[in-house]
């Protein structure tokens, strides 16, 4: 296995920049998400650890040596695309065994390890298969086996499971996970679902615009986001923002006056979670009246949309079932801890918080 480290990383194609001088470290045996929007620069960033791509600028390590000038197949990299890119004359047995043919492994080895890699995915049975008539996820499972059959340092993963169905893609990613942890591979996830980021990964890499925005364990970019476009990326439904201005210990948001407990100077954006609402009328909840204006049922929640006082704004609650329909008001409150304060301008979260 190997410790990977990105040293201010750039790649430019002519006049734009794809990645955007990152720096990274990924320690031995981690299971790590680069997670973002398309045109984030996360792609790019995988080809470039496979030896795909070349650098413009900036070092690539491998345990502490620089490997930017090692073609793809001295890197000892696996990957699983997004294609899968199985080969549909060969059975799958050929196929898992396909990257053992650079390695001048003899074909008894070769095949022995092939078949206790087949194992390990659970594809035992369909080694005298071709691709053509294997599922999507058995497909996925064919590429999974390939990639770790020649036992890699780094195992990169690029949008594995957007193929396959809901339902697979829940296994699927529950089983890559336990693999991963038996084999102790260094994994790097790349994906712009969060969901698989924040199950899968022991830590997540959110990347905006050839940068990195925050790096960390999920529940810190969930509670404790360094950016707004953090905030807004991770959670669903999206967290409501509200654009307003602070003076002092007061911050103003649509005529609605809220107290902080520092002082702040300038336009600045309040972030509440749907999740973080709740309908409360008691004195102590210092409740705000909205007026709900849509009602979607979601299975184990329901999620409401609202006029305010802060403007429009989304909240959910608990059962399958609505409590309250379209017209109805109801008292919204929220606890001053879930509030979060952006400074709008430079989209960096502030100190200020909201008080009790």
């Keep these: 296995m190997a410790r990977i480290e990105l040293k201010n990383l750039r790649k430019e194609w002519g006049g734009a920049t794809a990645v955007a001088g990152i720096d990274l470290a990924i320690e031995d045996g981690a299971f790590v998400a680069v997670l973002g929007p398309s045109g984030c620069g996360k792609s790019t960033t995988l080809m470039m650890l496979a030896g795909i791509y070349q650098p413009s600028s900036g070092d690539i390590m491998f345990d502490g040596a620089r490997v930017n000038d090692v073609e793809a197949r001295g890197r000892n990299v696996g990957i699983v695309f997004q294609s899968y890119a199985l080969y549909p004359n060969m059975t799958v047995l050929d ?18 390890r092939a078949r206790e890699t087949a194992a390990l995915v659970r594809i035992e049975t369909l080694l005298e298969r ?20 020649k036992r890699p340092h780094l195992l990169l993963l690029d949008e594995p499971l957007s193929n396959l169905d809901a339902g697979l893609r829940l296994t699927m990613r529950t089983e890559i996970r336990c693999i991963q ?8 996830l790349v994906t712009h679902d969060q969901i698989e ?10 990347m905006n615009g050839g940068r990195v925005e925050q790096a960390g364990a ?3 970019l969930y509670e404790r ?41 300038g336009a600045v954006v309040l972030g509440l979670r749907p999740e973080s609402l ?28 609202a ?15 609505p409590c309250h329909g379209e017209g109805d008001n109801v008292p919204l409150s929220f606890t001053p801890a879930s509030a979060l304060l952006f400074d709008k301008a430079s989209g960096r979260r502030i100190d200020a918080r909201i008080a009790a």
Excluded at 95 to 109: D, I, Q, S, T, Y
Excluded at 130 to 149: C, D
Excluded at 249 to 254: A, P, S
Excluded at 307 to 321: C, T
């Design 95 to 112: 196929n898992v065994m396909f990257p053992l043919r650079f390695k001048a492994v003899e074909r008894g080895e070769a095949e022995r």
């Design 218 to 220: 999920a529940e810190d």
């Design 130 to 149: 071709r691709p053509g008539q294997l599922s999507g996820g058995q497909q996925q499972r064919v590429a999974l086996a390939r990639a770790l059959v």
């Design 307 to 321: 006029d305010s006082p802060l403007g429009e704004i989304r909240f959910l609650e608990a059962g399958a079932l």
């Design 181 to 188: 942890r038996e084999l102790g591979v260094t994994t790097v």
């Design 197 to 206: 980021a924040t199950t899968m990964a022991d830590r997540v890499v959110v």
């Design 278 to 305: 709740r309908v409360d009328g008691s004195a102590d909840a210092k409740p705000m009246l909205a007026r709900i204006a849509a009602v979607e049922p979601m299975g184990r929640e329901v999620m409401y949309t």
């Design 225 to 265: 986001p360094d950016t707004l476009f953090v905030a807004s990326f991770i959670g669903a439904p999206p967290i409501n923002l509200f654009e307003g201005q602070a003076e002092g210990h007061m911050l103003t948001v649509n005529q609605t006056q809220l107290a902080l407990t520092q002082a702040a100077r």
